[in-house]
């Protein structure tokens, strides 16, 4: 067997460096580093538009080509998620916290290289796991069922007290909110309709697309736009010695990087996990096991871009493990792979750890050279992308918030994807101004509806037995002790539970309290509602949103009436040296130079911005939107020269109109003057 696995690895090998297939394989790592820099478009789309161009390839050519698209997708993530602020992907959220606040104080390009380096190690060790694991894990992966997969969800979630920092009541209410909200559409097990407000928009559930770049990428940009300033005036770190000391970084933290790669890999194997949460729960892996963690990540820290990319990376070669041995998609991107397994007659399963085992080592190797080309072209324009966070505000603003559009209406093609953007984008600006952690209500959004489904089908399937299997009764224990942790150490801190329960004084009320009547509204208008539908499709919204609501009405408690009390212990324990300081897991605004009367005006100019952009597009298309945006913005906010906003407008305008209207031919959202066009053409000849 193992003659036989090495004679396959080698022949595949050598199949690689075919002319034809290197050329393929080239060719999609720049489509899928360019659809990876590009927010919110993802590999999906080009590896849905590449399909059709593999009939008549050879196997081994063709899953080069579209492997090698997939592949590099999470290396170009980064790169946004680096300079802005705005996650190319959902898998690269987590790398903002660490990697914007290193752009902003001039290591832009040591954040980058660092992404790079651990990209490319991350999807190599995913690549060689895959190829060293799958006919060994191929009967594990057998017995692994709905129990396992709940509670290798449940484990994702007990990551919400990590992620929460040093606010775990506002942390969880965040994820039982983001549960709640993973709970809009139709039930899957009775048909009702939860919290759609009788839209149609909403029975498929809220785009999570839509969601992350509102949430993470438009708080960024309206306090860069508040703040009135480059991401970064520094230029001495965007150089040669700031890309070596990313690379250096990386091997330095070499146990890290193989330690979030086994994660990235494992997750990325388990159906249904998603790319989405393997980042958040690798950067709150590095938070728990790294020494001095919560002094230094979320403030610029490279051991949180390396711990983010390096899963991000891995889980390609992890997600391939199922879909080639049980032709059960690890990905949605893996799930259009099947497809071109169809279009070639390659049958998931024994055929392809059998007599086409050399075409599944051909995938392998095709996902470890996809990785070291990404990240080899990304290294020769990196110094070119660093200066980019130099720019001043009103010449990068337009570019990007016209692609994080077109990128949110990817979600469903519906214009419910461009409120979704905006509605989370307000609400994810006001978190982050109040210090609310974001994280934790992603964690939620995507792990909520997949631990529901997974809860019922285990108990449809096992009854009560399924509680009782080894894997569960093991992981639901680890996850107990994450999710208690941050309640053990709140009662070490106080002194027990007599501790906690005093201190309660005159209840001081401020203006950030709003949030929590606001969210205590939300949940008790959530409960109100689920409380009339079928009992199975109430139970679980039910049981989150009281959490929620405990959790929230506590917070607003402890906030109003034993904050004197915190602040007194807190001293006492600095005069003695004993404070252990907590990370604030979010990025922190730096708009503390400007006045809250101001902000508050530039953030509703900024808003407004946005829903300029809005009507115009459904008056006149978005096409012709992008260069009127771009001309008013660039020549009202800064004023920029004719010379510059000319060329930025033209350009962005023909990019746009040959990628994603010739090229991906996105069906646009119709607008006012094209109900209008038939009637005209029907006036025009008779006058």
């Given at each position: ?38 927010p ?23 899953m ?10 999470a ?46 190690l991350g ?18 992966m057998?017995?692994?069922g ?56 909403l ?36 150089d ?40 958040w729960?690798?950067?709150g ?40 041995a ?33 075409i ?22 990196s ?6 966070a130099?720019?001043?505000y ?7 918030l ?21 509605i ?64 053990l ?29 606001f969210?205590?509204?939300?949940f ?46 807190d ?12 990370i ?33 597009m ?26 510059l ?8 305008t ?21 109900s ?11 006058l």
């Amino acid at each position: 067997m193992e003659q036989g696995m090495l004679q396959a690895a080698v022949t595949a090998f050598g199949l690689m460096f075919d002319p034809w297939t290197m050329t393929l394989l080239f060719v999609g790592c720049i489509m899928g580093l360019v659809l990876g820099i590009l927010p919110g478009i993802g590999g999906l789309a080009g590896t849905a538009l590449l399909l059709p161009f593999t009939f008549g390839m050879e196997p081994v050519a063709a899953m080069a080509l579209l492997l090698g698209l997939g592949a590099t997708t999470a290396t170009g993530d980064p790169i946004p998620a680096i300079l802005f602020g705005v996650p190319g992907g959902a898998g690269s959220a987590a790398t903002v916290l660490d990697g914007l606040p290193m752009a902003k104080r001039g290591e832009a390009s040591r954040a980058l290289s660092a992404a790079y380096m651990s990209s490319l190690l991350g999807g190599v060790f995913g690549a060689a796991l895959m190829g060293l694991t799958i006919p060994i894990l191929r009967p594990i992966m057998l017995y692994i069922g709905s129990p396992e997969l709940l509670a290798f969800s449940v484990l994702g979630i007990s990551f919400v007290a990590t992620l929460s920092g040093n606010a775990p009541l506002r942390g969880l209410t965040g994820a039982a909110l983001g549960i709640m909200i993973a709970m809009v559409g139709s039930d899957p097990q009775t048909g009702t309709l939860r919290y759609t407000f009788d839209t149609l928009y909403l029975w498929e559930g809220a785009p999570l697309t839509s969601i992350v770049l509102g949430f993470f990428a438009l708080p960024e940009l309206a306090d860069l736009a508040i703040s009135r300033t480059a991401i970064s005036g520094n230029l001495a770190k965007t150089d040669k010695s700031g890309m070596w000391q990313g690379a250096k970084d990386c091997f330095v933290h070499w146990w890290l990087i193989m330690r979030c790669s086994w994660l990235g890999a494992f997750l990325g194997a388990v159906p249904g996990i998603g790319g989405a949460i393997v980042d958040w729960i690798a950067y709150g892996h590095a938070v728990r096991t790294e020494k001095g963690a919560s002094l230094t990540f979320g403030r610029g820290d490279v051991r949180g871009v390396i711990a983010s990319e390096s899963a991000n990376n891995a889980k390609e070669g992890g997600s391939l493990v199922p879909t080639v041995a049980f032709g059960v998609p690890g990905s949605a991107g893996m799930a259009i792979l099947l497809g071109a397994f169809m279009i070639h007659g390659l049958v998931p399963g024994p055929d392809m750890l059998g007599k086409n085992l050399h075409i599944t080592y051909s995938m392998v190797w095709s996902v470890a050279l996809a990785n070291i080309v990404g990240a080899g072209m990304c290294y020769l324009f990196s110094e070119q992308f660093a200066r980019l966070a130099t720019l001043r505000y009103t010449l990068i603003m337009p570019s990007v918030l016209g692609v994080i559009y077109i990128g949110a209406f990817q979600g469903s093609r519906n214009w419910g994807d461009l409120w979704t953007l905006l509605i989370f984008g307000v609400l994810g600006w006001v978190m982050k101004q109040m210090k609310w952690p974001r994280p934790p209500l992603v964690l939620g959004l995507v792990l909520g509806d997949i631990i529901e489904r997974y809860l019922f089908i285990s108990i449809q399937r096992y009854g009560v037995d399924w509680f009782a299997r080894p894997i569960v009764i093991g992981i639901f224990a680890v996850s107990a002790m994450g999710l208690l942790r941050p309640l053990l150490q709140d009662l070490k801190k106080e002194g027990g539970v007599g501790g906690m329960l005093s201190g309660y004084g005159k209840p001081q009320f401020e203006l950030q309290h709003l949030m929590h009547v606001f969210l205590l509204c939300v949940f008790g208008y959530l409960l109100f509602e689920a409380s009339s539908w079928n009992f199975s499709a109430k139970i679980v919204p039910m049981i989150v949103g009281a959490t929620g609501f405990g959790c929230i009405a506590l917070s607003l408690l402890n906030d109003v009436c034993r904050k004197a009390h915190m602040e007194a212990i807190d001293l006492r324990k600095e005069a003695k040296g004993e404070v252990e300081e907590k990370i604030h897991m979010d990025l922190e605004s730096d708009t503390a130079h400007v006045s809250t009367h101001l902000i508050l005006v530039r953030a509703g100019i900024f808003f407004g911005w946005l829903l300029a952009f809005m009507g115009s597009m459904s008056v006149i298309g978005i096409i012709p939107t992008v260069p009127l945006f771009v001309v008013l913005y660039m020549r009202l906010e800064g004023p920029e020269s004719w010379k510059l906003v000319v060329p930025q407008a033209i350009g962005l305008t023909v990019f746009i109109w040959f990628v994603f209207d010739q090229l991906l031919t996105i069906p646009w959202p119709p607008t006012f003057l094209g109900s209008w066009a038939p009637w005209l053409k029907d006036i025009i000849p008779s006058l």
